[in-house]
């Protein structure tokens, strides 16, 4: 039914809604019933000017011919403000004397003027969308029947239907004024965003109300969203560990995956918009710029950011956002401190320069001091007293305000001095959020004396809160759903502004910062989960972290407390968040510098970790220093600890395995070897751990027949103590399939792996990371054995889009795919995209390896691939020889890495006329695989059908002909006939050699 079509017999009408700023969800709703009855209606946004009389604003709605509907709430009468008894008395004149021109619904709880009764509002709160209807019909006179019709077929959101999804957004501040023209820009800027691209950043100094500007946009437009969700960004870990959170409300698979899978499910689910259409993301104090590409989604919904950093301007639409203006700032002080005259609260808002913050502080203080506003204004003026700034954030604030903190500090100090013992507390803490309910989880022993109050007195702490919040000192944090609703509840947190945490720490006595901040290292050790391998215990880890270093903890010399904090390293090592948690790792080595004794088991502990996450973010050379200055203090010590020296034998194998320093690598993977055969026998996990090391180490030095021998004695140990699909036993089937296809029998590995993918998926979940590298693995198996080239392009191309997605462009993980995907393009005949990708493979390997690695080497034979199929030959063999040069030199002329870029190079030198050296060198690959190899090995033949071709090109027919006939009839034995090798060999087309990037 269109606007101008009412039901049958009906006349069609005409109305003007009228709303304040924050009550537009209630007036688009009016809106669109009456026009799905058929009828006009116009909206219309009424906030006048304080200086305008009531009576003429409303005379200039009745211009329109329209029956006036005013959409009510409490607020509705706090317009201006007005003096007193403005609305009583232009209720009981004017509009009495013009009531069949207005009409009204009442939007709220709270109780409205008694002279509102004038305009008979319906009671539209606390109700379901299909009475709200009703009785917006009855009070306007029209009929009801329709309705029925209608009900359940609406293509909007009833205002009073929260989201679906509710990410714990700060509560509405009551006292929130103005903005109206900035958040009806920032609505129309989102909306009319370019599909996809629905991000902006509201950019400002510290103090001027970005967080309750996005806060009120949230209120205040959800209804248009189904999910709406608060990530706090300040700290890398937090911002990913929340995003991440998502996944679990929009009931996304999340199983074990780390955040970076988490997040990448998250941003899939809200580009394609399943299972939600309309979202608003929101990340509150994104100032570093990192994660960019990984964490902003897009889509169908949108995406707010509050920052200081003007950088955002180059990647989302910035708004710059800037202090009140008089007729705000003043209306502003008026509602919070009502004493105050217009010219009082004009004197006051110059003087504090219009700064929200400021403003907030210097009305509760005003609303509550018994203090004339002349004195107020005199004492802030001297500046007597008020705390030093760091720079930035003297030039940010004026300098006025901070006298009224310490105004204020006092008044606290004389009313309620327990306030100001959850003030000192606060500053022990970071800030930003502040878990303040660990505070009452502490016992009686653990506090001093004088807060022992805060576990016995529920109501001192509930006032102590409460006078903070009045003074605008903190907000009150939204319980977290799923926490207990327990006023003293362990999950009982508040907000405090990072420029309020430094003022008024500095405000602090110091002698008395020092026993709070034990209190609050205390609160944070009882708080420590104990498992940081547990993904359920992640996010509360990546809250913990960010009051280590405000609490003191990392210098601590409680046993406790220093647990805490290589727990909050085992978190960042499970979870992924090594940069991070190489960061802090620095910071605690340190702080426990001279503090710990080297031997001490949380030192080993903490080198153990921080050496796991340089080598896994790709800072090898700084890991390699670590274990190895640590094996040479163990080796050093009179009798020593052999369990630690095999886990630092083994974790000094892991760096040179990536260093591609494999031969060493293998000799310190078995001393780790030998001493967990000897503490804790054969079949220990350790030890098989230990083994399963050793077998990736034997399959870089292309010892694959006896990294198959260690792999499938290791799965059958774990098939008889595990169960048959622990995470455990499925990852060595992995390893027993890689093996198989490196050993060449495709089709045996193939099988192995589809199986053992099944049962990950049914296991793990098909998000899981060890999920998606099985994943590849089978589509390298069905591709070896000859399977489906569209499938396994599709999943190449899918994992390659996740793993970007999860880790970034530079990630090792991220390069293999890339490299994997480049040569299928290839296959492809996609070779601009392959080129593009087998490049940036390269760089990144180069970068993030060196040049004189392995897999830095081999990597340029791929690109000649390309160049040969462009045309390029002399460029083709130019990489050719220089990856078989470099291989040579770093693993030796037998290694099947270097047979592979030798393939490769007689194919670039037969092509480019140097019939001989290709004859020459295709013999010497030929007979070195199949002494490594074996010789049935699909190197090894194609090496021997690379010999047949070069003998042909130098017209030695009869032996060319016998080497291809062997290798054809092997094979047809091994492969089979219609095996691509197989077909290939047959059509006389050139063999060669992908390089395939292995890291262990």
């Known amino acids: 039914m269109s606007p101008q079509q009412a039901p049958s017999g009906e006349e069609t009408r005409d109305y003007l809604v009228v709303f304040p700023g924050f009550q537009r969800h209630w007036a688009t709703w009016v809106l669109r019933i009456l026009e799905s009855h058929g009828h006009r209606a116009t909206m219309y946004r009424w906030d006048p000017p304080r200086e305008k009389p009531l009576q003429g604003a409303l005379s200039d709605l009745l211009l329109a011919e329209a029956q006036v509907v005013l959409v009510l709430s409490q607020w509705f009468f706090q317009l201006g403000p007005r003096p007193e008894g403005d609305w009583d008395d232009v209720l009981r004149g004017f509009v009495r004397e013009h009531k069949d021109r207005f009409a009204a619904v009442n939007v ?308 309620n001095p327990r306030a100001v013992d959850l003030l000192a507390l606060c500053t022990g803490f970071a800030s930003g959020r502040i878990p303040l309910g660990l505070v009452r989880q502490l016992p009686d022993r653990d506090l001093p004396e004088g807060l022992r109050w805060l576990g016995r007195d529920p109501a001192a702490w509930s006032k102590a809160l409460e006078a903070l919040a009045n003074f605008s000192v903190v907000t009150l944090e939204p319980m977290d759903r799923t926490a207990a609703e327990e006023p003293d509840s362990v999950e009982i947190a508040v907000r405090m502004h990072r420029l309020v945490h430094s003022i008024v720490n500095r405000l602090l006595a110091p002698e008395g910062r020092e026993v709070h901040r034990r209190v609050v290292r205390r609160a944070l050790a009882e708080a420590d989960p104990g498992h940081p391998q547990n993904v359920a215990d992640w996010p509360r880890y990546a809250d913990l972290m960010l009051h280590l270093e405000p609490s003191g903890a990392l210098r601590s010399t409680n046993r406790r407390i220093q647990h805490l904090v290589v727990n909050c390293l085992g978190y960042c090592m499970h979870s992924g968040e090594y940069a991070l948690g190489a960061a802090l790792a620095a910071q605690v080595r340190e702080a426990w510098h001279g503090m710990l004794d080297p031997g001490d088991p949380l030192w080993f502990k903490l080198t153990q970790r921080q050496s796991r996450m340089l080598r896994d973010g790709g800072r090898l050379s700084e890991s390699y220093a670590l274990d190895e200055a640590q094996l040479a203090r163990l080796q050093a010590e009179e009798t020593p600890n052999e369990a630690e020296l095999a886990s630092t034998h083994s974790a000094l194998a892991a760096d040179l395995r990536r260093l591609g320093r494999y031969t060493e690598a293998l000799e310190h993977q078995e001393r780790a070897l030998a001493y967990a055969e000897r503490l804790y026998g054969p079949d220990d996990q350790f030890t098989l751990s230990m083994r399963g090391n050793r077998a990736v180490t034997l399959r870089l030095l292309g010892r694959y027949a006896e990294a198959y021998e260690t792999d499938v004695q290791e799965l059958r140990v774990l098939e008889v103590v595990l169960p048959p699909r622990d995470r455990k036993t499925l990852l060595v089937s992995n390893n027993v399939a890689f093996d198989l296809r490196l050993l060449g029998r495709f089709q045996e590995a193939l099988t192995r792996q589809q199986q053992g993918t099944k049962l990950q998926v049914q296991t793990l979940g098909r998000d899981h990371v060890q999920t998606l590298l099985a994943s590849r693995q089978l589509a390298l198996c069905q591709y070896r054995a000859g399977g489906a080239r569209d499938e396994t392009g599709a999943v190449l191309g899918s994992l390659l889009d996740r793993f970007r997605r999860a880790h970034g462009r530079r990630a090792w993980q991220t390069l293999i795919l890339t490299n994997d995907y480049s040569c299928y393009l290839r296959e492809q005949g996609q070779l601009d995209d392959a080129l593009a990708l087998a490049k940036e493979a390269e760089e990144g390997f180069r970068a993030l390896l060196g040049t004189t690695h392995p897999v830095s080497t081999g990597l340029p034979s791929n690109i000649g691939l390309i160049l040969r199929l462009m045309g390029d030959r002399s460029g083709a063999l130019n990489l050719f020889e220089q990856s078989l040069a470099g291989m040579r030199a770093l693993l030796g002329e037998r290694h099947p890495w270097t047979l592979g870029c030798a393939l490769n190079a007689t194919m670039g030198r037969n092509a480019s006329g140097r019939l001989r050296e290709a004859a020459d060198l295709s013999r010497r690959t030929m007979t070195l695989a199949r002494e490594v190899l074996g010789e049935d090995h699909p190197l090894t033949l194609s090496a021997t059908t690379a010999v047949a071709a070069d003998l042909r090109a130098l017209q030695e027919l009869e032996e060319a002909t016998t080497y291809e006939e062997e290798a054809l009839q092997r094979l047809n034995r091994t492969m089979g006939a219609q095996h691509p090798h197989t077909v290939d060999a047959r059509k006389r087309v050139r063999p060669y050699w992908d390089f395939e990037a292995n890291l262990g």
């Not at 109300?209 to 209804?223: F, L, M, N, P, W």
């Not at 004197?347 to 502080?361: N, T």
């Not at 509760?364 to 008020?386: K, M, N």
């Open 108 to 415: 709220s709880s709270g109780a409205l003027p008694p002279a509102a009764g004038v305009v008979r509002p319906a009671e539209l709160w606390g109700i379901d969308a299909g009475e709200a209807e009703r009785r917006l019909l009855t009070r306007l006179e029209l009929p009801t029947e329709a309705q029925r019709a209608l009900a359940g077929r609406r293509p909007f959101r009833y205002p009073s239907d929260p989201p679906e999804v509710w990410g714990d957004v700060p509560r509405r501040n009551p006292a929130f004024t103005g903005r109206d023209e900035l958040l009806g820009d920032l609505g129309k800027r989102l909306t009319d965003a370019q599909a996809g691209a629905a991000v902006c950043a509201l950019v400002g100094m510290p103090g001027i109300g970005k967080t309750q500007i996005v806060a009120e946009y949230a209120h205040r437009y959800s209804a248009e969203y189904d999910v709406v969700w608060w990530v706090n960004a300040e700290s890398p870990a937090q911002r990913r560990e929340r995003f991440g959170q998502l996944a679990t409300r929009l009931d996304l698979p999340t199983d074990t995956s780390g955040p970076g899978e988490r997040i990448r499910a998250v941003r899939e689910a809200l580009r394609i918009g399943a299972p939600y259409l309309h979202w608003l993301i929101i990340f509150d104090g994104w100032d570093d710029l990192r994660d960019l590409d990984t964490l902003v989604p897009v889509g169908s919904g949108h995406v707010l950011v509050t920052a200081r950093n003007r950088q955002w301007g180059q990647h989302a639409d910035m708004i710059e956002v800037s202090g009140f203006n008089r007729a705000e700032s003043t209306g502003f002080l008026m509602r919070r401190a009502r004493r105050i005259t217009s010219i009082e609260a004009e004197r006051v808002a110059d003087r504090l320069e219009h700064v929200p913050l400021a403003l907030s502080q210097a009305a509760a203080y005003l609303d509550g001091a018994d203090i004339a506003v002349e004195d107020y204004l005199r004492q802030t003026e001297s500046g007597y007293g008020a705390p030093e700034l760091a720079e930035e954030e003297a030039t940010s604030y004026p300098a006025s305000s901070l006298m009224s903190w310490s105004l204020l500090i006092n008044q606290l100090r004389q009313e």
